[in-house]
């Protein structure tokens, strides 16, 4: 158990489907994906809107059964030991779920009641959790009187009350200033070096390049690709991309002259991305052939790279 | 900020949650708002100094009710049984619609080894709590009054927790058939009329037959007559019936609405 390749979560074949089973209008949102998360890992789950990734992690907080598959967490079958399961998870919801009618403190007091621990340990515990999320001086206030950022700060603390073992992060930055993201990041990252497994999904792929030592890209209900994500960078990308930009009235002939310099080349309705191993070199290329751009810029291939890649760039919904 | 020590298999400390912890959720929130709970005490005594006193001197003495027996005193039992299903129907009905909707209260809860069936429990018991303190401090308004023989009207607290679970459970199998905030006037469609026939202000005898037999179903009927016979002493065997009636009504309710909402919050 003291071996740090431990698996915490161990999903074999899992598969949610709303809808009365058998029926055929049942809509299959997790599509049977395997994957395990190893002890003090911090892992991502990306993928757009409608991709998957809540009704996973709704599974894994076993708070939705799973329709097929096997789900294991920490040694107990999601399916019979719930409860046990869930007396070790934190949980942090896509919208913040806090208690509107309590104070800060109040909420993180009522909410380690509900994991049945003493009033004494909850007293001491939620000062050192505002303390930790900064909220010391908010303790005694409303909760409508917090911040979006103070909100979310809220709900972490509150998942953290039971000491849980791993914490389940479904979009924990959605919507907050990058201050508050910034700070956000540096509590998780925090956590992490204390040996708390984290399992988050996101769709900002710089907070996944940030956060994740591994993530899994979902698309449909599926699992598309795995690794970490320089791994991914590596895999699904050339090291560089050059992005154009041309005047309305040129951009047809300009792309048309640009085709074979790259790799690979992607026409988007405002630019041009050229996938390449070299940049500035391509740049040269490009000018050779008399191309003329409004704009061009280098940059490193990131993440974001990866994810259009594998999912594509239309809108989903 | 100490974590779990990684490495090591973490016991578990934590019991399983329980129903209780629902009550002190509410008792928590009721320091804050706890006017709201004077209001719904007041209600029943301002209905009881409008009917009782002042429909009372109209009405002089009840069409087959022992002469000594006032108008005034008549009417507190029911309004009092009233008061205990009201306050437990709004409990389950109107606040826990709110939680299930609006503020996804019990989403957040049920991340936690709490379970469905202690939620609901917990709910049911934050009712019977309420009843308890809105049928104590009525019965002790009215027995200042000499209205009620107090010693023996005790049996009125025992008979409003029985109302507040029948009607608590009934709320919560009520609850899972909401669709929106329109049909909370369909319940209010049975709850009004319910409330002026049930044998509230005129004794049973004064309807035609076919109108009694339909009095004689509604639980609100069952919860007065309990009610009245322990407030007046009288009531023979009777009460009996009320009692299973209640009994039978809340407990196969809660067994419905705990199955129905286990559907609802862990889809």
Known sequence: MTDSSTVLIDARGLTKVYGKPGDKAGFTAVDGIDFQVRRGEAFGVLGANGAGKSSTMRMIACVSPATAGSLRIL???SGADGAKIRARLGVVPQDDTIDTELTVRENLLIYGRYFGLSWKVLRERSTRLLEFTRLSEKAEDAVATLSGGMRRRLTIARALINEPEIVLLDEPTTGLDPQA????WERLFQLKQEGVTLLLTTHYMD????LCDRLVVMDAGKIVAEGAPAELIARYTLR?????RFAPGERQIMTDKCRGLAERMEELPDRLLLSTDNGEETLSAVHRQGVQPLTALVRRSSLEDVFLTLTGRSLLD | MTAMPTGVPAEIPLRPGRAWTMVERNLMIYRHTWPVLLAEIFEPMLYLLAFGVGVGLLVGRVPGLDASISYPQFVAPALLATA??????????FNMYGKLTTDKTYESILTTPMSVRSVALGEVLWALVRGAIVATVFLVVVSIFGLADLPEALLVIPSALLIGFAFAAVGLLTVTFLRSWQDFQLIQLVMLPMFLFATTFFPLEVYPRPVQVFVEVLPLYHS????RAAFLGTGGGYPAVAV?????LGIVALAVAVRRLEGTLRP
């Open chain 1, 75 to 77: 040694g107990y079958d």
């Open chain 1, 181 to 184: 993201r910034h700070l956000l």
């Open chain 1, 207 to 210: 907070e996944a390049e940030q």
């Open chain 2, 244 to 248: 299973i009636y209640l009994v039978v």
């Open chain 1, 240 to 244: 560089e991309v050059l992005e154009l």
């Open chain 2, 224 to 227: 007065i007559e309990l009610v």
């Open chain 2, 84 to 93: 205990a299903m009201n306050g437990a129907m709004n409990e389950t009905t």
